[in-house]
């Protein structure tokens, strides 16, 4: 399967997301000269049949949906989330050391593989909120440029550096900016960004993101490697099978959430009521009682989408036997006994019929049982909109490392299969028997 040239739009998007913020951006915009139309949380909503509507929350979700022109039958969802672990630059953002350098005092998000920041350039983006004529303004911003660097210790001053290494983030993971110098250059880079007076700058959410470019690599260009895939590969190939699909009886409905990285419990996470309020905000403004939003999720069906672990190379050990999903060899469906997965015998099929139609292969994954995975969206958001959902994700290597590897042929399996799945629409009866049209 050739998908080099989806490849490459993949890495340009992920390019220009450094941090969830920017990622929402880029959806909207393209979201927009698609001719959607933005929405506000605020305001009211005036829907039409045919339509096509997008809303954000807190500028780092996004939810997209069209509206059938003979009514909602069922809502075919899709979720994937907008951030990756990283350094948050904390609000007092610089301090010295050892009078000669100056510090970026950052802390952690979520959980990322330590050694994979060092001795690399950084740079930072996020969103600066600030005073402007009186209101108070909130951009995106993008520092662009090689600004940082986490320095290793010399292995001659630590002799042990390669035996079980571990870090102090307080102590070991804090970037410097230059030398004394370089103390108050933080503040007016942002403030330059934004087009605004330093004083007038209010408080930021700023991350680090490493400069590595994406790249095609490999003896026959077999696989992809840059920073971000986790998540912004789902991302990507779910807005392209959204955008794509022909028209069905179903409500497609594309939904990118930030916060998964630290467990979602935000307003604007999995866990909060953006998705609920928007789907029950449709039915209302299309005129629909209780009884037809509940019997739309009865019959409706979710995608949760979120990477998946490829068996590793040096260590194929750490994979199930039976369950060892290869890059390039297609979709990967997630299960898990104490449901870290939601996927059920019920939605695993679903998905393997839609994969099927669209000529995608199917592989498995579930952990070995004595090493626990981690979570993800499809059984978070269940709490607040519960539908059959089945959780999935590209196969990679090295998640949350700050450059990641997947296949190149796996993001076009995914928007094949998406396209698929947002052009399908699910009946179901009163035996609990699915019929896919």
């Not at 933005?38 to 009211?44: C, K, N, V």
């Not at 998000?109 to 108070?136: E, F, Q």
Request: proline residues 4%.
């Amino acid at each position: 399967m050739s998908s080099n040239n989806e490849t490459k739009e993949l890495l340009d998007f992920i390019s220009a997301s450094p941090t969830c913020f920017q990622a929402v951006k880029n959806i909207t915009d393209r979201l927009e000269s698609e001719g959607y139309t933005r929405l506000s949380e605020a305001g009211e909503w005036n829907l039409s049949r045919g339509g096509k509507y997008c809303v954000t929350r807190n500028q780092s979700s996004v939810i997209a949906f069209r509206i059938p022109e003979n009514g909602i039958k069922c809502f075919m969802i899709s979720a994937a989330h907008s951030d990756s672990p990283s350094f948050r630059i904390k609000e007092n953002a610089e301090s010295d050391t050892a009078g000669f350098y100056t510090r970026i005092n950052v802390e952690k998000y979520g959980g990322m593989i330590c050694h994979s920041w060092i001795d690399r350039p950084l740079s930072a983006a996020g969103r600066v909120t600030y005073r402007d004529n009186g209101a108070i303004v909130s951009k995106p911003v993008d520092l662009d440029r090689d600004l940082f660097i986490i320095p290793s210790v010399a292995i001659h001053m630590n002799r042990s550096t390669n035996d079980n290494a571990s870090f102090n983030p307080a102590v070991d993971m804090q970037p410097i900016s230059g030398s004394l110098r370089a103390k108050g250059a933080y503040g007016k880079l942002l403030a330059a960004a934004c087009g605004c007076d330093e004083k007038d700058i209010l408080s930021a959410d700023m991350f680090l993101y490493t400069r590595e470019s994406g790249r095609i690599w490999g003896a026959f260009d077999e696989f992809v490697s840059s920073p971000r895939l986790d998540d912004l590969q789902c991302v990507f190939g779910t807005m392209k099978g959204f955008l794509n699909a022909k028209p069905s009886a179903a409500c497609p409905v594309f939904c990118v959430f930030d916060n998964e990285e630290v467990g979602s419990e935000t307003k604007q996470g999995a866990a909060s009521t953006f998705l609920q309020s928007t789907l029950e905000r449709i039915n209302e403004a299309l005129g629909g009682k209780l009884s037809d939003y509940l019997s739309a999720l009865a019959s409706g069906f979710m995608v949760s989408a979120d990477n998946a672990h490829a068996v590793h190379p040096n260590h194929p050990e750490y994979a199930d036997t039976p369950h060892r999903p290869a890059m390039n060899g297609g979709i990967v469906i997630k299960h898990n006994a104490n449901q870290r997965y939601t996927t059920d015998s019920v939605s695993s099929a679903v998905f393997s019929e839609i994969c099927a139609k669209a000529g995608v292969p199917v592989q498995h994954f579930a952990n070995r049982a004595d090493i626990p995975g981690g979570s993800t969206l499809g059984n978070i958001s269940n709490t607040k909109v519960p539908l059959n959902t089945v959780d999935i994700g590209m196969p990679q290597l090295s998640m949350h490392s700050s450059y990641e590897t997947a296949g190149a042929d796996d993001t076009g399996y995914l928007i094949k299969a998406m396209t698929e799945f947002f052009g399908t629409a699910i009946s179901a009866d009163s035996d609990g028997k699915l019929i896919l049209c």
